[in-house]
């Protein structure tokens, strides 16, 4: 349902999500500074819980289960053994 609490809280986060541009412009150096940038999606996501009370929990549930994957293909994998992952949203 479209109240004007929702659209306002739309507002607020497109926003928010253009004062972060390490998120989402591709020029901009602070687009390659992976901390800034994950800095960034939590402050997203916590603006985004706020609406959505189960967003995190989603997110983290698929985060950890890529973690998973990634630990499961290293195990068969010796040369990726020390591999990390870079995927912070889905």
Request: charged content about 30%; hydrophobic content about 40%.
């Amino acid at each position: 349902m479209v109240t004007t609490k929702n659209i306002e809280f739309w507002r607020k986060f497109i926003n928010l999500y253009r004062k972060l541009p390490a998120v989402w412009k591709i020029k901009c150096d602070d687009y390659k500074n992976r901390d800034l940038k994950s800095e960034c999606y939590v402050k997203l996501t916590d603006k985004l819980s706020k609406l959505l009370p189960f967003f995190r929990k989603i997110w983290k549930y698929n985060y950890n289960r890529a973690i998973d994957l990634v630990g499961g293909i290293c195990f068969y994998l010796e040369p990726m053994k020390n591999y990390q992952t870079t995927v912070m949203y889905f």
